[in-house]
């Protein structure tokens, strides 16, 4: 039998991540397993850098990743806070190539991941982070539908 001991629940702080955020817990709990939040700035785009001045850019993204620092604190608190054990990490990247990193480096069994429910052109410009998840990461991935 497969066990599971480390989860890892990618997050954005949205609403539509909660409901993977239940599953998380829930599977952590019934397997005696932690939890491994993490969220991932997504990084601006070469054009959008270019816009802006080097020292502006270093100091913009500090400030985003303190908001993100923040908002992590705030979610976990909420989601988890005493009950299963939970660490938590934010980093800069591009969100699934990060999440399959951060999995491979815990050694993670699972990872959780809220889905949008983009259909049509929506996707189709924006992506999916949960689709290249599973697409691309050798560690089984759970992904769960937001109810709105």
Do not use: W
């Amino acid at each position: 039998m497969k066990t599971i001991s480390i989860i890892l629940y990618a997050t954005d702080f949205s609403e539509s991540s909660i409901p993977a955020s239940d599953y998380a817990l829930t599977l952590a709990t019934l397997t005696g397993g932690k939890v491994h939040v993490l969220h991932v700035i997504g990084e601006f785009s070469d054009r959008r850098k270019s816009m802006i001045q080097p020292e502006a850019m270093i100091l913009l993204e500090r400030e985003v990743e303190i908001q993100a620092l923040k908002e992590m604190e705030e979610f976990c608190k909420k989601r988890f806070n005493g009950e299963i054990p939970f660490t938590t990490d934010v980093v800069m990247g591009i969100p699934f190539q990060e999440i399959i990193k951060k999995a491979n480096e815990l050694p993670a069994d699972l990872i959780v991941v809220g889905t949008h429910g983009r259909t049509g052109m929506e996707h189709v410009i924006v992506g999916s982070t949960a689709e290249r998840l599973v697409r691309h990461s050798k560690i089984p991935v759970l992904t769960v539908h937001s109810e709105s």
